[in-house]
C-alpha cells in the first residue's frame, strides 16, 4: 500500500515554470514506477510523463518533450514533474500515480495507486 500526496500546483503565466511533487509513504516507494497524469476539464486524465523504479528510464508524451521533467529521489520518497515553458493548454489538475502493471503505463487504468492532484493554471 502506497498513498500520494502532491503539491507545488499554483498560478502561474505562460512561459513561467512550477515543479510538482509528489511525497509517498511506504517502505515500497522504490520499486514501483511512477506517473504524472492531468486532467482538464471537460477532457479525460491524460497521461504526461513516467519514471522507472531506479529513474534510469524515463518517457514522456510528445507534447511535453523538452519542457518538462520526471525525477525521482528515492531517499526522499518523492517524484518530480519540472514543468518549464508552460502553455496555456497544460492548465489541468495533475496526478501522481504507483505502480503501472506495465511500462511505461500510458493508461490510467494501469496504476494502483493515486495522489488526489494539485492544480495547475496557466495564464495566457
Known amino acids: 500500500q502506497v498513498q500520494l500526496v502532491e503539491s507545488g500546483g499554483g498560478l502561474v503565466q505562460a512561459g513561467d515554470s512550477l515543479r510538482l511533487s509528489c511525497a509517498a509513504s511506504?517502505?515500497?516507494?522504490?520499486?514501483?514506477?511512477m506517473g504524472w497524469f492531468r486532467q482538464a476539464p471537460g477532457k479525460e486524465r491524460e497521461f504526461v510523463a513516467a519514471?522507472?523504479?531506479?529513474?534510469?528510464?524515463?518517457y514522456y508524451t510528445e507534447s511535453v518533450k523538452g519542457r518538462f521533467t520526471i525525477s525521482r529521489d528515492n531517499a526522499k520518497n518523492t517524484v518530480y514533474l519540472q514543468m518549464n515553458s508552460l502553455k496555456h493548454e497544460d492548465t489541468a489538475v495533475y496526478y501522481c500515480?504507483?505502480?503501472?502493471?506495465?511500462?511505461?503505463?500510458?493508461?490510467?487504468?494501469?496504476?494502483?495507486?493515486w495522489g488526489q492532484g494539485t492544480q495547475v493554471t496557466v495564464s495566457s
Open positions: 519514471i522507472s523504479w531506479s529513474g534510469g528510464r524515463t
Open positions: 500515480a504507483a505502480d503501472p502493471r506495465s511500462w511505461p503505463g500510458e493508461s490510467s487504468a494501469e496504476y494502483s495507486y
Open positions: 511506504g517502505r515500497t516507494f522504490a520499486y514501483y514506477t
